[in-house]
């Protein structure tokens, strides 16, 4: 409150020349005891006669954009901010004369009045303890540093001097002691801000917000666990305070206003239909970015949303700025000892659906608490200070505990669905616009764009990827290929079975150092059957190569390299213009031997047409090269991918007048042996007796298509013997590629078709392997699963106990961390006493590391076959003086962590027992491949 002295005292030393006549001060509380109610304008009023004259609080009949453009007052601001430091020892009337020299509409005084307010560091500005002269401008600072007075106060004062008509409002705002969903306080959510009359129309301002960046969450009641993948810094720029000018509190809109500050007269939100404070409590928290954006919510309305799983949130987004937009998330939880979610962002899908909507899924295998935030920026902006803000914050509360519940695919940096770097490099989305895709089908999906630059797209390298999601996030190698066709960009995806995954696009220009990630999906498949991947070899794109052209060669077929049939025996021709050139095709398939594929192909040559009749012994996926040679080595001149599926339809009987053109009806068959029965059999024998899984394959068709009922027995049995072929020849590639998927789905189709007594030692070394790759993933999990203060507690040791050191350099060994960076603890590793703080910050560095560089994520992201035998030894060496009694005495975190280390060095070495013997243990960069023992 002002105190009566202070406001005489401030008149008295008002300047005739700026204000001949005071302006009035205006109050929604009663300011000072004289003041008196005025009932027309809602508020307190030193003089109320007056105020009667000025208009009543009404809605502004323009929005702000309309009347005000920062850049036609930059010479206002630099006034306001070069104003001379003697000013603060002089009356506030020589301030305002100052600040609104040679200005002449209410507009340019009130931007010069609140530029000077919002560019005083108050709270690092030295100002003595001692109160200053009350006539001086440095008395109302130091009423605001020590808490005796207020922005909203300091600017009524300096618009009276510029008879400005200003009213302090008071209030419960959504500050920085706000918590989303919470009930507002009078006392801890209190404020104040100001309404000033400019050119008829009551506008706010709130000086303090706008020199002060608000706070962030109470750390004692919230965990980060999500950044996104951006740059955005909030848990560091929470515990800031910038004073730079925040433009959202100079002429804010109402509606934007009511978003974050309630005053107690509800006909000061200047709305024409004012909210209850209920309402005010309930709405969803929306933060000035989703206004400065031009963002519409769609829903949910309120700020605490209950559900069961999962929810969602959707924001409508201008069409004309959608790509321009940039959007991130953050995601807290409540701290809770139920369940255990190691990787929280991964439980949240951000996608624009199309031009207009942006759709975030958030869901949760738990029943907790959790906050979430949605942040953005608009990357068109190069003010150097902006950057991501909040746009909106929500409380999720999950009822249900749903183990079925997994998380997201991982999301890439630049996020999900068509987007700027996509268009960027010239390609244009034609059948998929929003960032998922749903396949209910067969889990076969074309993906298509089309291109906007006139780049040669055939010389352009694309490729896509295929990544499983749930809780083990891996690649699927060979499950996407594209073409480029009619100046379309064309990618096919097969989904192994039902499921979500990220679908991963890159491309590489002829002036780009390494493919850029252009584009991202998130499939979504509840396709009924399963998908075998594409042939190895053809994710260099489909269709006509290079030398195809100058070979003169031309397609008469097919001249897409992509290919759908049904029928057996498909025929591919080609024209050459060129006699010498001789032509050569290859075929490849999942259960295609290079020995049986030739058998497989005829050749004919028709002048200069060449053709190709190849058969596809059963339903998959085949890939066919074609190869020209003039005489310099064979050139590869087309690709195609041959998607195949067997048709069932049975073949029509002849009509009866083809019966009847037929000279004379055969006599009554008689009774004997197919002769193609025995060789059938034979084969069919042979393939069983060489283990030939595509001879057997091919026999038992013959077998089938003769018809006879005799040998229904000898189909049965060898359908039995390529059962086991199969289920054996799964286990072993299971095993040795070490696939936790495909062993378990091995060892289904073994138990499923009841061939487990035939492949007793193929089912039990795929178990053990499974055992194993599991252990590995419970290990990793349990690191993943250690919270921020585990870590932290660990990092913030000034002399770590040699235990913890020897265990966190072993773990940093196997990440990559080298014997360079902490030479000293690895030369004498050996010596558990050993110790050197130099050493350790090195560690520290690395444990503190957040995003893409986290410790957890690149643990996470690990692949045991990328660790170097003779890394994981050294690893190995450098805990293998401690046990785990011993370094979990000292330090939980540090056990986990120690039993993470040990796990994988074994299983390093279980996969190199032939070998381990004769190699080195290595912690050093500089001793490459010096590994082998002789």
């Known amino acids: 409150m002002i105190s009566l002295r202070v406001l005489r005292e401030t008149q008295a030393a008002a300047s005739k020349k700026v204000a001949p006549e005071l302006g009035r001060l205006l109050s929604t509380y009663q300011l000072i005891p004289s003041f008196k109610e005025c009932a027309e304008l809602h508020c307190f009023a030193d003089d109320v006669e007056k105020a009667k004259l000025l208009p009543p609080p009404v809605p502004p009949t323009t929005k702000k954009h309309e009347i005000f453009d920062i850049n036609k007052y930059k010479k206002v601001d630099e006034r306001a901010v070069k104003a001379p430091s003697k000013l603060l020892k002089q009356p506030l009337s020589n301030l305002v004369e100052y600040l609104t020299e040679g200005l002449?509409?209410?507009?340019?005084?009130?931007?010069?009045?609140?530029?000077?307010?919002?560019?005083?560091?108050?709270?690092?500005?030295?100002?003595?303890?001692?109160?200053?002269?009350?006539?001086?401008?440095?008395?109302?600072?130091?009423r605001i540093k020590h808490r005796k007075g207020n922005y909203a106060q300091l600017i009524s004062l300096l618009c009276r001097f510029a008879q400005l008509p200003c009213i302090i409002i008071h209030g419960k705002l959504k500050g920085s002691t706000y918590e989303v969903g919470e009930k507002l306080d009078e006392e801890q959510h209190y404020g104040e801000w100001n309404a000033v009359l400019v050119d008829g129309n009551w506008r706010f301002i709130n000086a303090y917000w706008g020199t002060c960046a608000e706070g962030g969450t109470e750390e004692e009641m919230w965990e980060v666990v999500d950044k996104g993948d951006g740059e955005l810094k909030g848990d560091q720029q929470s515990r800031q305070l910038f004073y730079s000018c925040d433009e959202n509190y100079f002429l804010t809109d109402p509606d934007q206003m009511v978003s974050t500050h309630l005053p107690s007269q509800p006909s000061w939100q200047l709305l024409a239909n004012p909210v209850t404070e209920d309402d005010f409590t309930e709405n969803a928290f929306l933060k000035d970015r989703f206004f400065n954006m031009n963002l519409k919510l769609k829903k949910p309305k309120k700020c605490v949303v209950m559900c069961q799983s999962e929810t969602e949130l959707v924001f409508e987004i201008p069409k004309e700025r959608s790509l321009n937009l940039d959007f991130q998330h953050l995601l807290f939880r409540m701290k809770s000892t139920q369940g255990n979610l190691p990787r929280y962002d991964r439980y949240v899908f951000l996608q624009r659906t199309n031009d207009e909507t942006l759709q975030i899924r958030v869901r949760s295998p738990v029943a907790d608490t959790f906050r979430f935030e949605l942040v953005g920026k608009d990357v068109t902006v190069r003010d150097k200070t902006y950057d991501y803000d909040w746009i909106a914050i929500y409380k999720l509360v999950f009822g249900k505990d749903d183990d079925s519940i997994e998380p997201f695919p991982e999301c890439p940096i630049i996020g999900w669905g068509p987007g700027r770097a996509m268009m960027e490099f010239g390609l244009a989305p034609m059948s998929h616009f929003g960032g998922e895709i749903k396949n209910k089908d067969d889990g076969k999906i074309e993906v298509k764009f089309g291109t906007t630059s006139d780049k040669d797209w055939n010389k352009v390298k694309i490729h896509g990827e295929l990544v499983k999601g749930g809780g083990e996030s891996e690649p699927l190698p060979d499950h996407v290929i594209h073409r480029v066709e009619n100046g379309d960009v064309i990618f096919n995806v097969n989904t192994p079975k039902t499921g979500e995954y990220a679908l991963k696009?890159?491309?590489?220009?002829?002036r780009d150092k390494e493919a850029k990630n252009i584009c991202n999906y998130m499939i979504t498949s509840e396709q009924k059957g399963e998908n075998y991947a594409f042939p190895r070899g053809f994710q260099g794109g489909l269709g006509p190569k290079e030398a195809f052209n100058s070979l003169g060669l031309r397609a008469l077929s097919h001249q897409s390299g992509m290919i759908e049939t049904d029928e057996e025996v498909l025929e591919i021709s080609f024209e050459k213009t060129n006699e010498n050139i001789e032509l050569s095709l290859s075929l490849t398939g999942n259960t295609i031997r290079p020995e049986m594929a030739k058998r497989l192909i005829e050749e004919t040559v028709e002048g200069n047409i060449v053709t190709y009749k190849v058969r596809l012994p059963q339903t998959g996926n085949y890939g066919i090269k074609v190869m020209g040679n003039r005489g310099r080595g064979n050139e590869n001149v087309y690709d195609y991918v041959v998607q195949y599926k067997k048709s069932h339809k049975k073949k029509s009987k002849p009509s009866q007048n083809a019966a009847s053109e037929m000279p004379k009806p055969p006599p009554e068959p008689q009774v004997q042996r197919d002769p193609r029965l025995t060789e059938y059999i034979q084969t069919m024998k042979r393939a069983i007796q060489e283990q030939n899984e595509t001879d057997l394959e091919l026999a038992l068709d013959d077998l089938k298509n003769l018809g006879l009922p005799t040998v229904k027995d000898e189909i049965q049995y060898g359908e039995t013997e390529l059962d086991v072929m199969r289920c054996r020849r799964e286990l072993n590639e299971a095993t040795e590629l070490k696939d936790m998927d495909a062993l378990k789905s091995a060892l289904q189709l073994t138990k499923t078709k009841n061939v487990e007594n035939r492949l007793t030692e193929e089912v039990v070394r795929a178990k053990a392997m499974l055992d194993r790759l599991r252990n590995i993933a419970k290990l990793m999990h349990a690191v993943l699963g250690l919270d921020q203060k585990t870590i932290a507690e660990i990092r913030g040791y000034q002399h770590p106990p040699p235990a913890v050191h020897h265990v966190m350099m072993a773990s940093l060994l196997l990440l990559g961390h080298w014997e360079e960076e902490t030479e000293k603890i690895v030369k004498r590793y050996k010596d558990p006493d050993f110790h050197c703080t130099s050493d350790w910050k090195n560690v520290?560095?690395?444990?503190?590391?957040?995003?893409?560089?986290?410790?957890?994520?690149k643990i996470q992201e690990l692949k045991v076959n990328d660790i170097p035998l003779d890394v994981a030894l050294g690893a190995r060496d450098l805990i293998r003086d401690f046990t785990l009694d011993q370094v979990r005495m000292v330090s939980a975190g540090g056990a986990t962590f120690y039993i993470w280390v040990r796990g994988l060095t074994e299983e390093i070495e279980k996969r190199n027992a032939e070998i381990v013997h004769t190699v080195r243990p290595r912690t050093s960069q500089r001793r490459k491949d010096k590994t082998s023992l002789g």
Not at 505 to 510: D, F, I, P, R, W
Not at 844 to 857: M, N, T, V
């Open 104 to 142: 002449e509409d209410d507009l340019s005084k009130v931007r010069a009045i609140y530029r000077w307010v919002t560019c005083q560091p108050v709270d690092s500005m030295k100002i003595p303890n001692k109160e200053p002269s009350q006539s001086h401008t440095m008395f109302q600072l130091w």
């Open 505 to 510: 696009l890159y491309a590489k220009g002829e």
């Open 844 to 857: 520290q560095i690395a444990l503190g590391k957040l995003g893409k560089d986290s410790i957890k994520r």
